[in-house]
């Protein structure tokens, strides 16, 4: 019989609970020829691809959203996905590379922060922490960069960098001179995790960078 939109999202949620994820794309596709331009249902099948193995299929999906919808966050973020499982990430890298270019100062931060955790997925942690500061200069209120750049340091074991960046998110919520729940215990965290990783064996660390 036919269901209504509660029992399909229901029906979807059990088959995905099964990783029956075939069963899956043949109840998506049959939504998306009822809609065939809907962003969700195109990301979800891109998805279905990517986690059954499909690679070609769901980068072929997210070659047409994208066309669409070129500055989407989730279809960018899938891409990259896409890209790594299927060994291609330095080819991620590049593509982020050249619509970061593109985009002017202040309208990147997102875009930004996707490139640089990749390039740290990635081992690249130098060029990680020079967009990472890139971003939280052209940000300068948002500490979204600063964060990552405490939490760069804090994976090479650098706890006197954690701490600084970490007062700089301080700042930026206007908090550098009374206690910060949120930021308090990223401190405690970060630098606990960063002193076992320099009593153990440290990753190469970066140089310091000036906030």
Same mark, same amino acid.
């Given at each position: ?12 949620? @059990?088959?995905?609970?099964?990783? *029956? &994820?075939?069963? /899956?794309? &043949? &109840? ?6 009822? %809609?065939? +331009? ?12 990517? !986690? ?6 769901? !980068? ?8 669409? +919808?070129?500055?989407? @966050? ?10 790594? =499982?299927?060994? $291609?990430? %330095?080819?991620?890298? %590049? ?6 270019? =593109? ?15 990749? =390039? *740290? ?7 990680? /922490? ?14 979204? /960069? ?6 760069? +340091? ?17 700042? $930026? ?13 990223? /401190?405690?965290?970060? =630098?606990? $995790?960063?002193? !076992?990783? *320099?009593?153990? @064996? ?10």
């Amino acid at each position: 019989r036919e269901l209504n939109e509660e029992e399909q999202e229901r029906l979807l949620e @059990q088959l995905l609970l099964l990783d *029956r &994820l075939d069963d /899956a794309k &043949l &109840l998506v596709q049959q939504w998306l020829n009822q %809609q065939p +331009h809907s962003l969700p249902l195109g990301l979800l099948m891109a998805d279905l691809h990517r !986690r059954s193995g499909a690679l070609e299929a769901a !980068r072929r999906e997210l070659e047409q959203l994208l066309r669409l +919808h070129p500055s989407n @966050q989730e279809l960018l973020q899938l891409a990259v996905l896409v890209d790594l =499982q299927d060994g $291609r990430g %330095q080819n991620a890298v %590049q593509r982020l590379k050249a619509q970061f270019a =593109q985009r002017p100062e202040g309208q990147r931060l997102e875009l930004g922060l996707l490139l640089a955790d990749l =390039q *740290r997925q990635l081992g690249q942690s130098q060029a990680a /922490a020079d967009l990472y500061q890139q971003l939280a200069k052209e940000s300068a209120e948002d500490i979204s /960069a600063v964060i990552a750049l405490a939490m760069l +340091h804090q994976e090479q074991g650098d706890a006197t960098e954690v701490e600084r960046w970490l007062d700089q998110a301080r700042m $930026r919520r206007g908090n550098d001179d009374r206690p910060d729940p949120m930021i308090d215990e990223l /401190a405690y965290r970060w =630098q606990l $995790r960063a002193a !076992r990783v *320099r009593a153990g @064996q440290p990753r190469p660390s970066i140089p310091p960078l000036t906030p």
